[in-house]
């Protein structure tokens, strides 16, 4: 399936994690649209994505903490990749970003979990390899039409979905880009990230964005290459978006990737 830029590129600016849901089913025609792009975002073939349809509490049960409570949510979506890929972290983190952008077009809430749940539950519902893990879950469905008190307590009253400014993230802003490459690094921005540590740094070169992480220190055993997988996303819809072309070079620590025109 190629990437449904026209569907994906408003997600980006709409999407904001949503952790408290209606009890309501998700409709039949949305759930089948997801299935459907569930089974063909398939950019890297060691990344799968398991549907979960019923225990969901039981995935976020026990995972105690302020930060990341998901209630009443009818589904949960699994991002599973093969351990024995090294540059797996970022390929979850692309695939389940086209996921999560997918539901957002479908007016569906999501919040990328990649910590506090719990993997044996999560592992055992997707059914997944003994060389499998399941790296991050989604809870998916309505969310409540205003977050609560309690949502807004976790938010920091909107806090977690501030971002940094570009000139922040980029090595070096004051050079001439590309429109098409400022486009991206704005929609790179908006990215989110496991604490909102935005932990994305971009180098731009004539016609190519490499991303590398900030520091190799990890927080909250969530790797930040996951974060970068999502960011990676986030520059190939906004570059399709503008008819641009590009493809990924995978780069070794701390160095993650290089997306350049082809
Ligand atoms: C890889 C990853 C892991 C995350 N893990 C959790 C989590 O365990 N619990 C939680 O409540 N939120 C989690 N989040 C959501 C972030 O806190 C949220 O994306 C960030 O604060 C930015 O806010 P926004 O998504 O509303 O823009 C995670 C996000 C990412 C990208």
Redesign the pocket.
Known sequence: MDIPNTRWFPAIKV???R?LFKTLPVSEDVLTRLKAVCESFTPFRNVSVKIITHSIDNVFKGALSR????KGAPLCIAFVGDTRDPCIQEKV?FVGEGIILEATACGLGT???????RPDVAASLAQVQEYEKVF?VTPVGYPVEKASLEEKI??GFGR??ERKPLAALVTDMERVMPAWIKHALEAARLA?????RQPWRFTVKQNSIMISVDTMKDT?H?SKR??CG?DMLHIEVAALSLGVQGKWKFLTAPDVAQYSIV
């Open positions: 999407r904001r994690s952790r930060y990341g409570k998901i983190g919040c990328w979990v990649g910590g506090f749940f991050a976790m938010t977690t979905h989110p990230s496991a604490v909102n909250y969530i996951i974060d999502i």
